[in-house]
């Protein structure tokens, strides 16, 4: 399974799973397993391994596209050498180069959008976990981050996507899984979606 599905109302404990799994909550009688290792015991082994894009993005306004980029890649300690190279990759990759020495918060929500997904695959994440990632875009700009994460799926990483969206969810999703009042209700794992291993 690459792209999980986390649907659930607002309060359903969305948010509360994603404090979980980056160790701001601690869980009180279960646990789970991220990448082969456990949030209440090997927490910052998870942490090496999952990256978050958060509702509501913590990149910086007052630096420019690529200089976001180059803060968080020296954040997570991204060899010197690699730094260049990988910035300009990402910033192709997203449609973000032409806009390279655009301030942040000069960008449409769309952009915005975009660069922070980029900024939490600069060090190579195997795992991310996007927290209702197109609350708030106009439906072109949906379109487009939809497409870019059909394509990052395709090198391997694994997308924990958290939404309230039933149709985008089953439109994106190999497997759904339904969250209501901190408790999994159901999981889809209907023929057409393969399983969710």
Wanted: charged share 25%.
């Amino acid at each position: 399974m690459r792209f999980f599905g986390f649907l659930g109302s607002n309060g359903a404990g969305k948010t509360t799973i994603i404090r979980m799994f980056v160790g701001l909550t601690t869980p009180i009688e279960e646990t789970a397993i991220i990448g082969g290792f456990d949030i209440r015991s090997e927490i910052l082994e998870v942490k090496r391994r999952v990256g978050v894009v958060p509702e509501t993005s913590n990149l910086h306004d007052e630096l420019s596209v690529k200089d976001n980029l180059l803060f968080m890649a020296g954040l997570y300690h991204v060899p010197r050498l690699k730094i260049e190279e990988h910035v300009r990759e990402l910033l192709e990759a997203f449609n973000l180069w032409d806009r390279r020495d655009t301030k942040f918060g000069k960008l449409s929500k769309g952009l915005k959008r975009r660069l922070t997904v980029a900024a939490f695959l600069i060090y190579h994440s195997k795992i991310i976990l996007l927290d209702e990632p197109t609350i708030g875009l106009d439906v072109m700009s949906t379109r487009s981050l939809h497409h870019l994460l059909k394509e990052l799926r395709k090198t391997g990483v694994t997308i924990f996507f958290i939404t309230h969206y039933i149709e985008e969810a089953d439109q994106l999703c190999d497997c759904i899984a339904i969250i209501v009042k901190g408790r999994i209700v159901t999981v889809d794992i209907s023929n057409h979606r393969g399983d969710c291993t």
